[in-house]
């Protein structure tokens, strides 16, 4: 086993007197909880090389782990300070060092080279860096972590198979190294993984840190192949610090203390043992208890060659680079687009077979219009449903790339909206409109088809802005279809057709502003009945008298109150939603 050589180069990460605790919230109410400290003043040293923090589960190695790394919620820290070659950091320490997660998060539909590319383009200045340059790291990557065969592979996603899980924890360790940065975290880098692709990526890691880097990983129980690549040690018991030191020199430490690791043992399995009092003291010394052993090593002292790419990221080409990843994105899992587009024509022949070239002969004249349109308009708003699933599916990736640096929340959601938008919500609407507006048989004039078109596309773009609302709001698809559902249904209520909202209770009938349903309803109603003429044997009814009786202000001025109305529900659910997906907690 290596001990941390002192050539070796790269920062060196000093923490001291940490202490992070949680409050536990007792109840859905409950504002004030129960205290937990997880990390009981901590203090150590991480230099160049391989550093490991091992301990039992729920000791607090993670949590030490995001602490260092700016990754934990500030709020906790109640004392200590984290320093970096002797500079007194902060959390922003996320935005200019590595940290690879557990679960490996990458975009399943992109290959292995494309989502390399994706981190370059985004994370170095290009002002700075060619695109010849981007592309010589993102080979040079490629080689050093051997991925050249899987390059152009899809990583993979729940329907596609991909690459292997040890490649793809390349991957993600890649995304991280083409910034080359020289301190990189990782939490728990082995877990999931067989012993052999496990052992490959602690050697891959070993190497790295042999060039200046400054390796820091969470690890849970490892055997010794493993183990013995590392430099230092840091063992770590409910919240405590047990040992800290030369990884070669734990043994000896421990039996020092009267705690003896047998000649076969994995030293590993020993300490964790020890940790949980599996193993007695020997030696006549009973009473041994483990201390802190701090060790004081003298370290050079190296400038941090971290840079923050932050504020060097231009929106606008953020925006290209998401926007080329989204669209990308949908059109190689395009069944949600198809399944929209085949639902808005299936949906529309029947409608339009339903309510076949209407009649100007009462009583079905008004009946059937006024049926179809309510049926359109439910189709329009429950249509949209799936959009919940926007902001939910790519959570996690969000999360990880927006507290990373990668991109500013706003390109990331105007990326989502248009690449959303245009094609599951706009162009389903027109071809649906056409199937069947042509096929009722309403006015044939194109300025009424328009203005038809129009309203269908504001219904379906305010639907739209709501579940955006509710996907931005909640993690998962259960809770996210309780709460778009109860406001869809009230609206329809409050639309107008169902009940006559003029004899409504007057305090519950203020709800109908707040309807999608009856701007959408009155809207399209105006727009067809404006000019026509429908009779019976005796009576002659104008469209203008209908609406008169409906209580509906047909000026050009009413019918396009319910259009800015339309858009204002869009405009404010969107900007809610945006509102949301910055309120999302990024810390761990
Ligand atoms: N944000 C949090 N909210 C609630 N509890 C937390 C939070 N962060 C840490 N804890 C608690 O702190 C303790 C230490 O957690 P941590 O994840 O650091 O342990 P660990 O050693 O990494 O465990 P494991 O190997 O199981 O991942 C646990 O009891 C955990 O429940």
């Known amino acids: 086993m290596e001990e941390c050589s002192m050539d070796l180069y790269g920062p060196t990460l000093t923490f001291q007197n940490l202490c992070y605790c949680i409050t536990e919230k007792q109840g859905f109410f409950c504002r004030k909880g129960h205290k937990k400290d997880v990390l009981k003043d901590v203090s150590g040293i991480m230099k160049p090389g391989m550093n490991a923090i091992m301990g039992p589960t729920g000791s607090g190695k993670t949590s030490l782990l995001d602490v260092i790394a700016g990754r934990k919620d500030p709020q906790g820290l109640c004392s200590g300070e984290v320093l970096v070659d002797s500079k007194v950091v902060t959390s922003d320490l996320r935005l200019s060092s590595a940290y690879v997660v557990q679960d490996d998060i990458l975009m399943g539909t992109l290959t292995v080279r494309e989502n390399l590319a994706f981190s370059v383009n985004l994370r170095l200045p290009p002002d700075q860096f060619s695109s010849q340059d981007k592309v010589f790291r993102v080979n ?341 279809n309780i709460l778009i559902a109860l406001p869809f249904v009230f609206m329809m209520v409050f639309g107008g057709f169902l009940v006559n909202l003029n004899s409504m209770l007057s305090w519950m009938s203020w709800m109908k502003w707040a309807s999608i349903f009856r701007y959408g309803l009155e809207a399209v109603t105006i727009n067809e009945m404006r000019g026509q003429v429908f009779t019976d044997n005796y009576t002659v009814l104008t469209g203008e008298m209908y609406l008169k009786m409906q209580g509906i202000d047909y000026s050009l001025w009413g019918f396009w109150q319910n259009e800015i109305a339309l858009l204002g529900i869009m405009s404010v659910c969107m900007l809610l939603a945006y509102i949301q997906l910055l309120r999302i907690n990024r810390w761990k």
Request: glycine share 6%; aromatic share 12%.
């Open 140 to 480: 040079n990557v490629l080689e050093e972590l051997c991925l050249q065969d899987c390059a152009d592979t899809k990583i993979g996603t729940e329907f596609l198979r991909g690459i292997s899980g040890g490649e793809r924890k390349r991957c993600s360790i890649g995304m991280e190294l083409i910034t080359s940065p020289s301190l990189l975290f990782l939490d728990e880098p082995t877990t999931g993984l067989d012993a052999n692709t496990a052992n490959s990526i602690i050697a891959l890691l070993q190497r790295l840190s042999r060039n200046g880097k400054t390796i820091i990983f969470s690890i849970h129980q490892p055997r010794f192949s493993i183990f013995r690549q590392f430099d230092h040690l840091t063992l770590m018991n409910k919240g405590e610090i047990i040992y800290a030191g030369p990884a070669n020199q734990a043994v000896g430490y421990f039996e020092d203390l009267g705690y003896k690791c047998e000649v076969f043992n994995n030293p590993a399995d020993f300490f964790l043992d020890v940790i949980n009092g599996e193993i007695d003291p020997v030696l006549g010394l009973p009473d041994a208890e483990l201390h802190i052993r701090a060790v004081k090593s003298s370290y050079v002292c190296l400038s941090a060659h971290m840079s923050s790419w932050e504020c060097i990221n231009i929106a606008i080409f953020q925006l290209r680079v998401v926007c080329g990843r989204t669209v990308k994105n949908i059109l190689r899992n395009p069944q949600t687009s198809y399944a929209q587009l085949i639902l808005n024509i299936i949906f529309a022949v029947l409608v339009g077979l339903i309510y076949f070239q209407i009649p100007h002969t009462l009583p079905e004249a008004l009946q059937n219009r006024i049926g179809a349109f309510f049926f359109l308009i439910i189709n329009m708003v429950f249509g949209n449903l799936s959009a919940v699933e926007l902001f939910i599916n790519e959570r996690a990736l969000f999360i990880h790339e927006n507290s990373s640096g990668y991109y500013r929340t706003s390109v990331y959601f105007l990326s989502k909206v248009f690449a959303d938008l245009v094609p599951n919500r706009i162009v389903p609407v027109f071809i649906f409109s056409s199937i069947a507006y042509y096929m009722m048989g309403l006015k044939t004039d194109v300025e009424a088809f328009l203005l038809f078109a129009l309203t269908m596309s504001l219904v379906s773009l305010s639907a739209v802005g709501l579940a955006f609302l509710v996907s931005a709001s909640v993690s998962s698809f259960a809770m996210a």
